[in-house]
Nanobody, 116 residues
Framework: QVQLVESGGGLVQPGGSLRLSCAASGFTFSSYAMSWYRQTPGKERELVAAITRAEVSSNYADSVKGRFTISRDNDKNTVYLQMNNLKPEDTAVYYC?????????WGQGTQVFVSS
């Protein structure tokens, strides 16, 4: 059974940091590209950051470049999103995604709320 379980969300003040984790099971994690998306009410889900299978390369949305870092540990079947200098506009539900060929899996999401 495929599972992606996100954790690490919560309430943080502007300028603060959070580290999201996504623990994967039920598939060969190292074969999948991993991504983080986010969504706010009334808006489409948007790509925040993505990382290739062997951590060869990563890419980021312009809005988070220089502040967020995606990484993965293929031994722990986990992908991370380190979020620094958070802004109120980063408030969203953050989703973990695993993608390989025509296989595409989603987690249940974790809420990030940035407010003073």
């Amino acid at each position: 059974q495929v599972q992606l379980v996100e954790s690490g969300g919560g309430l943080v003040q502007p300028g603060g940091s959070l580290r999201l984790s996504c623990a994967a099971s039920g598939f060969t994690f190292s074969s999948y590209a991993m991504s983080w998306y986010r969504q706010t009410p009334g808006k489409e889900r948007e790509l925040v950051a993505a990382i290739t299978r062997a951590e060869v390369s990563s890419n980021y949305a312009d809005s988070v470049k220089g502040r967020f870092t995606i990484s993965r540990d293929n031994d722990k079947n986990t992908v991370y999103l380190q979020m620094n200098n958070l802004k109120p506009e980063d408030t969203a539900v953050y989703y973990c995604n695993a993608h390989f060929a025509f296989y595409n899996y989603w987690g249940q999401g974790t809420q990030v709320f940035v407010s003073s």
